[in-house]
């Protein structure tokens, strides 16, 4: 079952993948700047948007990814969509080129050697209210993604109206996506990795803590990282000519 996607500009392939509870209306802003030098795909995940429900792990989800992006182009992920194209590149290095990962992680829960995360407590809470309320979740969510972070206000907006100009996303889509978050963990992958990286990370992000830039480095030496002063969890949107500078760095090395 394929995903839907929509591609635009003409260049280097660029595939963006959106983050949970999201859609490919976030990368909205940032789309004028991509187009003048890529040929840019963006991706909805499953039960996300225009895409239909695709059942099954991480895995499955990434496969899907793969199966409608372009062959050796520079893959683009945002949050869970970063941890999808981690595993993208993990199954498919032939197909990814590089990887650009903005506040993205191996595991979004915190383990006894991995404390720069999410509580486990915390993903318990969101899981428990997606089932009662999963619009408020969401939204809760959203809020999660600003809090702290330089014009937290105006990012919110821009998040929200992202939401309104695509189809609400399914509550399946919602449910199987969290879990995604709480039980995917690459971290003992990351040596594995054939693919070059590039790590954006937020200063001020309260769901993938600026301090991991230092753990991802360690991980993989040839990795590059920077962190967005200023920025939370979406710092495409709070600083977006900070992050297409950092894109078209990263596609040109």
């Known amino acids: 079952m394929s995903l839907w996607h929509a591609t635009q500009g003409v260049g280097p392939d660029l595939v963006l993948l959106h983050g949970w509870g999201m859609n490919a209306a976030v990368w909205q802003p940032l789309l004028p700047g991509l ?6 795909t963006r991706i909805e995940l499953p039960g996300h948007g225009g895409s239909a429900m695709i059942e099954g792990g991480l895995e499955d989800w990434a496969r899907a990814c793969l199966a409608v992006a372009p062959v050796r182009a520079t893959w683009v992920g945002w949050s869970l969509g970063g941890l999808l194209a981690l595993q993208a590149a993990l199954l498919a290095p032939a197909q990814v080129e590089r990887l650009c990962l903005v506040t993205a992680t191996p595991s979004f829960v915190q383990h006894a050697d991995w404390p720069l995360a999410m509580p486990a407590a915390t993903f318990d809470q969101f899981a428990g209210a997606l089932l009662d309320d999963p619009g408020a979740t969401l939204k809760r969510f959203l809020g999660l993604q600003v809090r702290g972070a330089d014009d937290a206000r105006t990012t919110l907006r821009t998040l929200s109206d992202a939401l309104a100009q695509r189809p609400d996303p399914q509550p399946r889509g919602l449910e199987l996506g969290l879990q995604l978050l709480q039980e995917g963990d690459l971290r003992a992958r990351l040596g594995q990795l054939q693919t070059a990286s590039h790590w954006l990370f937020g200063e001020r992000d309260t769901l993938v803590p600026a301090g991991l830039a230092n753990t991802i480095q360690e991980s993989l030496p ?16 709070s600083h977006p000519q900070q992050c297409l500078h950092w894109l078209e760095e990263s596609c040109g090395s």
């Open 35 to 40: 187009q003048e030098r890529f040929r840019v």
């Open 222 to 237: 040839l990795a590059r990282v920077q962190i967005v002063q200023g920025a939370g969890h979406a710092p495409f949107l």
